[in-house]
């Protein structure tokens, strides 16, 4: 089973409106990553939150961390096409390596 | 650009070939992780290194990989004898220190086994 469940597995957003993904852990985080990946390519680094309860955001994204430190939401405010892609969610369990959900993919359209 | 470079970005072996991924990490990083990616499967660990050292290998399979991370020079990730289902995307990333430090991930090398 999944170390960290994401949900939805895909999705299908009209441009300009938002979206939310979220990310679930069984376990205690000490940290949660977000990064995004393009078919094709790398991952991209998004975004780190480590406490509990902590909000971060970068241009039109937004991810928060629960204040149990389980689960983790990244909400886009108004979609463009260049938010498309597929969304990872990472855990950190203090053991510097990384599990990841099987991702979100996220398509923009017109 | 002082990202993380993955070298080769594609590469083709035959069974029973040997595959060399090569990282060079982000400037001024010590630590260096490698993943893979298999197709419909997430993102798994399989190594972690430091400089001339192997901290953590447990996600790597026992036989044919081997990494190291030299004094100097790139990562290497080795794979000998390779199988169809070596096939996947294998990813280095690399971060400043082990505590609560980001990890920075190159394009990948994308291995395909005919």
């Known amino acids: 089973s999944q170390e960290l469940e994401q949900s939805p597995q895909s999705l299908i957003v009209q441009e300009g409106k938002n979206l939310t993904i979220n990310c679930t852990s069984s376990?205690?985080?000490?940290?949660l990553y977000w990064y995004k990946q393009k078919y094709g390519e790398g991952l991209i680094f998004l975004m780190m939150?480590?406490?509990?309860?902590e909000e971060k955001s970068h241009e039109k994204i937004t991810a928060k961390l629960d204040e149990k430190k389980q689960q983790s939401s990244l909400h886009i405010t108004a979609s463009q096409p260049s938010h498309a892609g597929t969304y990872l969610c990472?855990?950190?369990?203090?053991?510097?390596?990384?599990?990841f959900g099987a991702g979100t993919t996220v398509t923009v359209r017109a | 650009n002082a990202g993380v470079m993955q070298n080769p970005r594609h590469l083709v072996r035959r069974r029973g070939q040997e595959a060399r991924l090569r990282c060079s990490p982000m400037?001024?990083?010590?630590?260096v992780y490698w993943y893979r990616q298999l197709p419909e499967e997430g993102l798994k660990f399989m190594v972690y290194?430091?400089?001339?050292?192997?901290?953590?290998e447990s996600g790597m399979p026992k036989e044919r990989f081997s990494a190291e991370f030299p004094k100097e020079g790139p990562s290497i990730l080795r794979i000998q004898q390779v199988v169809r289902g070596d096939s996947a995307a294998y990813f280095c990333?690399?971060?400043?220190?082990?505590?609560?430090?980001?990890?920075?991930f190159g394009d990948g090398t994308r291995l395909s086994i005919l």
């Open positions: 990472g855990a950190d369990r203090n053991d510097y390596k990384l599990s």
């Open positions: 939150l480590q406490k509990g309860g």
């Open positions: 400037k001024g990083h010590s630590h």
């Open positions: 290194l430091q400089k001339e050292n192997i901290i953590d």
């Open positions: 376990k205690t985080l000490y940290g």
């Open positions: 990333a690399s971060s400043l220190d082990n505590s609560i430090q980001p990890q920075h």
